[in-house]
């Protein structure tokens, strides 16, 4: 089992920047991909990015490259996700999940074993 608990989320103006930060408990982390996901209001989870084990290879969804960096501390057992240059469109709950099957797809929703309770992030403009 895999315990993960965001935080980080809450209320900033359009052009701000935020960081989440997941924290994981129950499995050795480096053994785990950890992504992130979103859900706006009326909208699907839709994926935002993720990393591997080791922190070596990051994917991101198109929409938010060059704004987003996803991260990791294995030792702290905890997942970041930096956001910059806020936009409306940001505004979601947040998620962080945990892979722990051989990766086919890693934007894919299905690909993921355990999940956050979600942190809402809302940009005002």
Not at 21 to 37: E, I, K, P, Q
Not at 71 to 99: F, G, H, P
């Amino acid at each position: 089992q895999v315990q993960l608990v965001e935080s980080g989320g809450g209320l900033v103006q359009a052009g701000g920047s935020l960081t989440l930060s997941c924290a994981a408990s129950g499995r050795t982390f480096s053994n785990l991909a950890m992504g992130w996901f979103r859900q706006a209001p009326g909208k699907e989870r839709e994926f935002v990015a993720a990393i591997t084990g080791s922190g070596g290879v990051r994917y991101y969804v198109n929409s938010v490259k060059g704004r987003f960096t996803i991260s990791r501390d294995n030792a702290k057992r905890t997942v970041y996700l930096q956001i910059n240059s806020l936009k409306s469109e940001d505004t979601a709950v947040y998620y962080c999940a945990a892979a722990t099957g051989v990766a086919t797809d890693r934007t894919s929703y299905n690909e993921y074993d355990y999940w956050g309770q979600g942190t809402q992030v809302t940009v005002s403009s």
